[in-house]
């Protein structure tokens, strides 16, 4: 994972930026000219002033960000250096900036750095796996091919530890866990593969999953035992556990992995009845309402089940979300439909409905906005599309309230009910948030939201690496 011989003009030690720095020369439309060699499938969300309003707080939140970066401490993938490192590469692939590359490597080499000096869990989000993650993308979207000095792999050392570690039976108390899970470790081995040590962490993953999965009535889900419920009060609220029916911490996560190794032709033999089990069971949680089946964020026998808010990490959208990845996965039309009939209803929720109160990815604004977009990309859906558009509008709205306070904005609030977002981290933060307005404002394809299992790499790109 060593990223060495990197040395070269605005690298490490650097002072703040200036403020030019993320002003790339821009066409009519507010798209570097740069952008028009760019092939993909993905298409802007929007065009002319919103276009150009969303790219100049991509540039404004960038700026701010840099020059705060070199104090983060945090190396992590979610809320560290790793995410900076995955935010820069991407502004670099769509032209945003002549030393984005460059900042892109400078946080890359701080979050490896602590690798090799500070005690690290092998976590996704938190820990060396989504270091090693952020390296294997970074490497991509500059074209540096994931490789260090020399064309050495440098994650090699990385499969091997994972492989070993996700190959003790017993080990995992919620392998369905994106965030700290096994689940978490088959996203990373999925950007790997087909390398045979990441076809060998796949293989583990899917053992682990069916090791620990629970049969009932309605299919396969996967229990989280109180001490791996998330929110203390909820450990508190749940001292025999829950199953879990978010996407960053439950069945959905799962789901949507198993969906993505099925697409890619990876254990089938064990992950396809998996993924048909859990989905069979997953669809079964739907509590009826007045407006059609929606999800709680967990059920268990001796709980009440609510209606859980409108995010990425609970309710509905995320497991539309994992819906889809399960039904492209395995070519089911009729998960399709399931997929799309209950994104659709929440798109179409009421605002005040959805309880959201703030612009971060998780289980904000931006999370929306970019759920709604890859699905109406996916689609050509109508009513996703429109969603899409709101919700980032409201993320702009954020940002324009957030920027008109002064100061250092772009850090937000330590307490997320006073202010728009929490830092300038990828999951509830600035970073984030630049993500999503640069995904909705160019053509250059999210590939980051893989974290997020929004998208997973195509069979074509990851059997010719």
Same mark, same amino acid.
């Given at each position: 994972m060593?990223?060495?011989?990197?040395?070269?003009?605005g690298?490490?030690?650097?002072?703040?930026?200036?403020?030019?720095?993320?002003?790339?020369?821009?066409?009519?439309?507010g798209?570097?000219s740069?952008?028009?060699?760019v092939t993909?499938?993905w298409?802007?969300l929007?065009?002319?002033?919103?276009?150009v309003?969303?790219?100049?707080?991509?540039?404004? %939140?960038a700026e701010? &960000?840099? =020059?705060?970066?070199?104090?983060?401490? @945090?190396? +992590?993938?979610?809320? !560290?250096? /790793? $995410?900076?490192?995955?935010?820069?590469?991407?502004?670099?692939?769509?032209?945003?900036?002549?030393?984005a590359?460059?900042?892109?490597?400078q946080? %890359?080499?701080?979050? &490896?750095? =602590?690798?090799a000096?500070?005690?690290? @869990?092998? +976590?996704?989000?938190? !820990?060396? /796996? $989504?270091?090693?993650?952020?390296a294997?993308?970074?490497?991509?979207?500059?074209?540096?091919?994931?490789l260090?000095a020399?064309?050495?792999d440098?994650?090699?050392a990385?499969?091997?530890?994972?492989?070993?570690?996700l190959?003790r039976?017993?080990?995992?108390?919620?392998?369905?866990?994106l965030?700290?899970?096994?689940t978490g470790l088959?996203?990373?081995?999925?950007?790997?593969y087909?390398?045979?040590?990441?076809?060998?962490?796949?293989?583990?993953?899917?053992?682990?999953?069916?090791e620990?999965a629970?049969?009932?009535?309605?299919?396969i889900?996967?229990?989280?035992?109180?001490?791996?419920?998330?929110?203390?009060?909820?450990?508190?609220?749940?001292?025999?556990g829950?199953?879990?029916?978010g996407?960053?911490?439950?069945?959905?996560?799962?789901?949507?992995l198993?969906g993505?190794?099925?697409?890619?032709g990876?254990?089938?033999a064990?992950?396809?009845?998996?993924l048909?089990?859990?989905?069979?069971?997953?669809l079964?949680?739907a509590?009826?309402?007045?407006?059609?089946?929606?999800?709680?964020?967990?059920v268990?026998?001796?709980?009440?089940?609510?209606?859980?808010?409108?995010?990425?990490?609970?309710?509905?959208?995320?497991?539309?979300?994992?819906?889809?990845?399960?039904?492209?996965g395995?070519?089911?039309?009729?998960w399709?439909?399931?997929?799309?009939a209950?994104?659709?209803?929440?798109?179409?929720?009421p605002?005040?409905a959805?309880?959201?109160?703030?612009?971060?990815?998780?289980?904000?604004?931006?999370?929306l906005?970019?759920?709604y977009?890859?699905?109406?990309?996916?689609t050509?859906?109508?009513?996703?599309?429109?969603?899409?558009?709101h919700?980032?509008?409201?993320?702009?709205e954020?940002?324009?309230l957030?920027?008109d306070?002064?100061?250092?904005w772009?850090?937000?609030?330590?307490?997320?009910?006073?202010?728009?977002?929490?830092?300038?981290?990828?999951v509830?933060?600035?970073a984030g948030?630049?993500?999503?307005?640069?995904?909705?404002?160019?053509?250059?394809?999210?590939?980051?939201?893989?974290?997020?299992?929004l998208?997973a790499?195509?069979?074509p790109?990851?059997?010719?690496?």
């Open positions: 060593r990223r060495e011989g990197t040395e070269g003009p690298r490490a030690g650097d002072a703040s930026p200036p403020a030019w720095l993320f002003r790339a020369d821009e066409g009519a439309c798209v570097p740069a952008l028009s060699s993909s499938d298409r802007p929007v065009s002319d002033t919103a276009q309003r969303a790219l100049r707080t991509v540039d404004a %939140l701010s &960000i840099a =020059a705060l970066a070199p104090g983060e401490k @945090d190396p +992590s993938l979610a809320g !560290g250096q /790793a $995410g900076l490192a995955v935010l820069y590469a991407s502004l670099a692939r769509a032209g945003r900036g002549p030393q590359e460059d900042l892109a490597w946080c %890359l080499d701080r979050a &490896i750095e =602590a690798v000096t500070d005690v690290m @869990d092998s +976590s996704f989000w938190e !820990g060396f /796996a $989504g270091i090693a993650w952020a294997e993308l970074v490497g991509h979207l500059l074209d540096a091919g994931g260090g020399g064309g050495e440098g994650n090699a990385v499969d091997v530890v994972l492989a070993r570690l190959g039976p017993g080990a995992w108390p919620a392998p369905q866990d965030v700290v899970g096994a088959g996203v990373y081995a999925l950007e790997r087909p390398r045979p040590v990441a076809a060998e962490c796949l293989h583990h993953v899917a053992e682990r999953l069916e620990a629970r049969r009932d009535e309605h299919g889900y996967w229990w989280t035992p109180p001490a791996e419920i998330w929110v203390p009060a909820g450990r508190e609220a749940r001292p025999s829950r199953a879990d029916l996407m960053a911490h439950g069945v959905p996560g799962a789901v949507a198993l993505a190794m099925c697409g890619a990876v254990e089938r064990t992950a396809r009845p998996l048909e089990g859990a989905v069979r069971w997953l079964a949680q509590m009826e309402t007045g407006s059609g089946p929606t999800f709680p964020v967990g268990a026998a001796d709980l009440d089940p609510v209606p859980a808010r409108s995010a990425w990490c609970y309710g509905d959208p995320g497991v539309a979300a994992a819906l889809w990845m399960a039904a492209r395995a070519a089911e039309p009729t399709e439909h399931e997929a799309v209950l994104a659709c209803r929440a798109a179409e929720r605002e005040a959805t309880k959201v109160v703030d612009a971060g990815f998780c289980h904000g604004t931006a999370g906005a970019h759920l977009n890859r699905l109406y990309q996916a050509g859906e109508p009513r996703l599309g429109r969603a899409a558009v919700w980032l509008e409201r993320t702009l954020w940002c324009r957030a920027e306070d002064g100061g250092s772009v850090a937000g609030s330590a307490d997320p009910r006073q202010g728009p977002w929490t830092g300038i981290d990828l509830h933060g600035a948030i630049a993500l999503v307005l640069l995904a909705a404002a160019t053509p250059v394809e999210p590939v980051w939201d893989r974290m997020f299992l998208s790499p195509r069979g790109e990851v059997h010719s690496r």
